[in-house]
């Protein structure tokens, strides 16, 4: 036995449970816009069916092993439209409340408002997952008041303009200096470090090229003991350089997964929880290996 390489514990607590991050996790993504769902009847028959199909996959993603369920309710996509505060907790409260009800995983909300964060910690979200990484009027207070871990996602400009030439002096660099100061204005509300999740966010104002360097060299973000959470599932960096479409994206997704586990990332935000779950398992494995 080879005590040396034993790795060191890393275990965040989510809400009301404890997980090991120095194993990989996965996070299925689940998209809460009743606008998807809406055959031009009413309201409450598009949230209804909104919620039954959420729940459907929810439970799907579960059964395959996902760790968390990340709920969201606004999507950032250029061109969507804006979300009102009560719709988005309209969209998500239900879902959440549901999942909570039914469910043994961590619900992580995807959220940049601040009411939202409150809502949903108090109905037991364990994580806050923002795009925007607390950079709202009042996130950062509502984030510290939660006591929830949060994950400070970059992103360069916002999503409607995001995608028009993007430039960066050094993309990894320079992300890693924007998480710094995001780190640090957490600091200056009460958030720990124990507390804090970090992610370059893949597609969030970033060239293709810029989205490839970022991946190849995403142990130096790792390399500052803040735990890793990638999201490129679907996205058109996959597409891109494939030349598939939205639903063909997966084996290209699960590729880009396995790269960013080995280069540090623990947690994998993805539609294709089932396929990613067996991946990582099989990279880890291979890790662990002495
Ligand atoms: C992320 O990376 N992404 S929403 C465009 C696509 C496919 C998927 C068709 N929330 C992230 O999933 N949160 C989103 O092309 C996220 N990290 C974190 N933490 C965008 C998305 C998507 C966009």
New binding site residues.
Partial sequence: MCQALTKPQAKMFFGDQWLDLTAPHVMG?VNVTPDSFSDGGSLFASQSLCLDAAMVRARAMVAEGASFL?I?GES??PGANPVSVQQELDRVMPVIESVRASLDVVVSI?TSTPQVMIAAAQAGAGLI?D?RALTRVGALGAAAETQLPI?L?HMQGDPKTMQNNPIYDSIVEDIGLYIDERVQQCSTVGIPLERILI?P????GKTLVHNLQLLKSLSLLASKGIPV???M????MIGSVLGRP?DDRLHGGLAVSVMAYERGARIV?THDVGPTVDALRMAHAVMMSD
């Fill in positions: 993504v990340d969201g950032t996509r995807d997952n795009v994950c996602m992610d966010g893949f597609g969030f959470l990638v999201g599932s679907r996205k058109s939205v935000r």
